[in-house]
């Protein structure tokens, strides 16, 4: 579901700031930009599933997901988001430790490459990285303000991995 606030963001990052209407070149240019993350949603495996669940954020800016996740103080926190540059393309904002015990979020562009040409879904490629640990989900409560969740990233993804691996057997055996 698009609240007023997602709108709100799409109005910001595709629309000038004082348009009060939306013109069909307005509409082409917001549709060329939101239309390949619907179609992705819908089609791509998993997508669906991470959408509704609010793993994946979507409607959230750089700066934003950056306060989202240090206000976490936790390493390996990360989220989910539409890329604002790229169409169709999605992002994960992830914190790492930086020096002396201060903590920077950094970006990273997923590429189909990732995914598609290496025949992985979204979440078999988020289980490879250690450095994402902790998932930072964002729902929205009745009033429309965030409701933000943090879950361990296996804990969240566990039933949308394509293969199940059982931790406790690494394939050696002790001599």
């Known amino acids: 579901?698009?609240?007023?606030?997602?709108?709100?963001?799409?109005?910001s990052?595709?629309?000038k700031p004082d348009c009060t209407s939306v013109s069909n070149k307005d509409f082409k240019r917001i549709w060329e930009w939101f239309g390949p993350y619907?179609?992705?949603i819908r089609y791509?495996?998993?997508m669906c599933t991470l959408w509704n669940s609010g793993a994946v954020v979507g409607f959230i800016d750089r700066p934003t997901a950056q306060e989202l996740l240090l206000r976490t103080n936790l390493v390996g926190a990360f989220l989910l988001r539409f890329s604002e540059r790229v169409a169709g393309q999605f992002?994960?904002?992830y914190v790492v430790a930086?020096?002396?015990?201060s903590l920077t979020v950094r970006h990273y562009l997923?590429?189909?490459?990732d995914t598609a040409g290496a025949k992985k879904t979204l979440p078999d490629f988020l289980r490879e990285y250690k450095e994402f640990s902790v998932l930072l989900t964002v729902t929205r409560n009745?009033?429309?303000?965030r409701v933000i969740t943090l879950r361990n990233k296996h804990d969240a993804l566990a039933e949308l991995y394509s293969k199940k691996v059982d931790s406790a057997f690494d394939g050696y055996e002790d001599v």
Do not use: C, N, P, W
């Open 1 to 11: 579901m698009l609240t007023l606030a997602d709108f709100f963001y799409v109005r």
């Open 13 to 15: 990052l595709k629309l």
């Open 38 to 40: 619907m179609h992705r």
């Open 44 to 46: 791509q495996r998993h």
């Open 91 to 93: 992002a994960v904002s």
């Open 98 to 101: 930086s020096g002396s015990a």
């Open 110 to 113: 997923i590429r189909d490459t």
């Open 142 to 145: 009745d009033d429309g303000e």
